[in-house]
């Protein structure tokens, strides 16, 4: 089961992936889908085996481990790939993650990260960079300034490749929420990130 946004007809294509906790219908992948999609680019929200388990079940589970994650994700692109298409991975946070990691050793035009998982909470020691730096894909990281799995104090010593693209939003934590003394609001984050994720896909080519 997924959700598809946007015109089914358009030559650019976005497989957007879930975080750890929450599923392809949660409110933040909901507005950032509608945002990105248009005429000009079709959005398709999928859910890995795991989440699927917690929405027939409703109840909670850990994430499958990183190989079931990377397999999910390669069937769901054999089944979405095509000659006329430009398809873009991407997700939030786990989702951006095993985009990332399956384009290591599989072709795709373009990774999009909706805060990425730069490290486990509390551990800055403990970076998950590779599939960043030792990929080849273009990759835009749109992560917030107060992100807790890295934030904009942390990363700006942190030397990224060429391809990669990181942009932070204002204030905004991992779901890019910012506080209310920031002067700016939710909507505008992600209406931002969403512009962002749109001129970078549409900007793409094979």
Known sequence: MVRIDGNRDAHHWLLLAHGSGAGMDHPFMETMAGA???????VVRYEFPYMQTIRA????RPPDRMPRLLDALGDLVEEY???DRILVLGGKSLGG???ATWALDNPVAGLIALGYPFHPV???DQWRLEPLTEGRVPT??????RDSFGNRGELEGIALPGHVRLQYVTDGDHS???R???GVTEEQNLQHAAAACRAFILGLEP
Not at 140 to 145: C, F, K
């Open 57 to 60: 079940t409703n109840k909670r």
């Open 36 to 42: 990105i999609a248009g005429k000009d680019l079709c």
């Open 122 to 124: 509390g551990k800055p």
């Open 97 to 99: 993650r095993v985009s």
């Open 81 to 83: 790939r095509r000659d």
């Open 176 to 178: 890019l929420k910012p």
């Open 140 to 145: 835009l990281v749109l992560q917030g300034e």
């Open 180 to 182: 209310k003394a920031s």
